[in-house]
């Protein structure tokens, strides 16, 4: 129900109504974005990630799948995008510590910001698979069902990279 | 041991310092404005409607609406129709907001070949008169049914080698034997710099009025048209370095189109923040098709 204004500017879209499509870019654009520089951790490859993600959804747009949010699909094309990236150009992360002084001053205490620092540091030490569950779930709010949806995986996949993924965050910042 | 779940639930996401670049939304719709989908409207429309996805009532539906969807080219070929949408009422509801009955006929939008009427449900913070609800509904009738005359002519400009791109809804500011020169297109981003541009018109151009083909001499200053161009460079538009050089770009093919008199880009700027299309119940309550995204 909730979607359904979507699903119309979907439709329009897909009758090359670009204005329409413009609107649903606009709507998830800075997410995806955030999304993408969380794995990738580079703003301008997650820029042009994230841009190249929309263009790809628009032309894959028959195959969305109504039952899920288009911001779903997005995700989707989204993660896959810089995933691939990180595995062409066998990049390794590299952790920039400028960026963690980006982390909102409206914690609590420095000291609870240097462990968000530190926590966010660990995760871009994570596999890049377990660092995007990590990005969809708690920053993106996708549920996991979506999740396994955005990384053609079962859910019980995600589940295990998750508890994976948190087994690893543990070791490394006890 | 630090509680990871607790830490993890939160910690703000890792936010890049940079912003988006302002143009972001443009640069997407331009490339899709200038590149096409190979595949015809109509069958990605009755894709997205794919029956595997919808329940048995649902796709009865479905059908009705493809059959209706590709009837629409048939329809193309047909003289231009009359597009109206006209008020039909106004209702109150007892959350303040109100409902505003729009009567279409040839509204493609609504995906109904004759006349249709919606329903269109304003929120009461809402500075929207009926009468620009009217309007604007009016103006994605008249786009929607456009589209169903340019795409179709979209193959016939396309060349070996050379990359075609279209420009649709502007309008004629100038024109002589050899060049047309035209307003800023509809979309943001779909022109340079909000700029009139000219173009070299191409020695093999075809011209249409609508979807009769007539004379370059029939276009006249003031009217609004869609315009296809070719790339002379013999270079794709979707290499990552394109730039695109109006100079080297030729007018390959026109179509004279009906001047939009409604508002579509303010209809869909607006549609789900101020108003949401409703359904009528049979004992005349109204049933939103979806909710306020705010």
């Given at each position: 129900m909730q979607q359904q204004d979507e699903q119309e500017l979907i439709t329009q879209s897909l009758n090359e109504n670009h204005q329409a499509y413009g609107i649903l870019v606009d709507r998830y654009k800075k997410a995806i974005y955030h999304h993408c520089f969380a794995i990738v951790r580079d703003e301008v490859i997650a820029e042009d990630i994230a841009q190249d993600a929309f263009i790809a959804a628009y032309y894959k747009l028959?195959?969305?799948?109504?039952?899920?949010k288009f911001s779903t699909w997005v995700f989707k094309i989204a993660t896959n995008k810089a995933l691939d990236w990180l595995k062409k150009t066998k990049r390794e992360v590299r952790v920039d510590?400028?960026?963690?002084?980006?982390?909102?001053?409206?914690?609590?205490s420095p000291l609870v910001n240097a462990e968000y620092s530190e926590l966010h540091r660990a995760i871009m030490r994570l596999a890049p698979r377990y660092r995007a569950v990590i990005s969809l779930y708690y920053?993106?709010?996708?549920?996991y069902n979506d999740i396994a949806h955005a990384l053609a995986v079962p859910e019980g996949s995600v589940k295990g990279w998750m508890r994976r993924a948190k087994d690893e965050l543990k070791k490394d910042i006890a | 041991m630090k509680d990871i779940d607790k830490l993890l639930e939160n910690a703000p996401a890792p936010k890049p310092q940079r912003v988006l670049r302002e143009d972001f939304t443009q640069r997407i719709v331009q490339h899709i404005n200038d590149t096409p989908p190979k595949q015809p409207w109509n069958k990605r429309f009755a894709a997205f409607f794919s029956?595997?996805?919808?329940q048995k009532p649902t796709a009865v539906i479905a059908i009705v609406i493809s059959f209706i969807a590709l009837s629409g080219s048939a329809y193309a070929l047909a003289n231009w129709p009359a597009i109206t949408a006209l008020f039909g009422g106004e209702q109150r509801l007892a959350s303040g907001n109100h409902i505003v009955t729009i009567n279409t006929e040839n509204c493609a939008y609504t995906g109904q070949q004759d006349r249709y009427t919606v329903h269109y449900e304003i929120k009461q913070s809402s500075p929207l008169t009926n009468e620009e609800v009217v309007n604007m509904a009016l103006g994605a009738c008249e786009q929607s049914a456009m589209y169903k005359i340019i795409n179709p002519r979209y193959e016939e400009s396309r060349r070996p080698n050379h990359s075609v791109s279209t420009v649709s809804f502007v309008e004629v500011v100038a024109l002589t034997d050899t060049t047309i020169t035209v307003t800023p297109g509809l979309y943001p981003g779909s022109e340079q710099n909000n700029k009139n541009t000219t173009y070299k018109i191409d020695p093999t151009v075809k011209v249409y009025d609508y979807n009769k083909p007539i004379h370059l001499e029939n276009i006249k200053v003031g009217d609004s048209v869609s315009l296809w161009r070719i790339?002379?460079?013999?270079?794709?538009?979707?290499?990552?370095d394109y730039v695109e050089d109006i100079s080297t770009m030729a007018i390959t093919g026109i179509i004279k189109l009906k001047p939009l008199t409604g508002d579509p880009v303010r209809f869909y700027r607006l549609l789900g923040r101020d108003f949401v299309r409703t359904e009528q119940n049979k004992d005349g309550s109204f049933t939103r098709a979806y909710d306020f995204h705010d």
């Open positions: 028959q195959k969305y799948n109504p039952q899920y510590e400028t960026v963690f002084e980006s982390v909102p001053t409206t914690q609590p920053w993106q709010g996708l549920s | 029956l595997k996805t919808l790339d002379s460079r013999n270079i794709s538009t979707e290499v990552p």
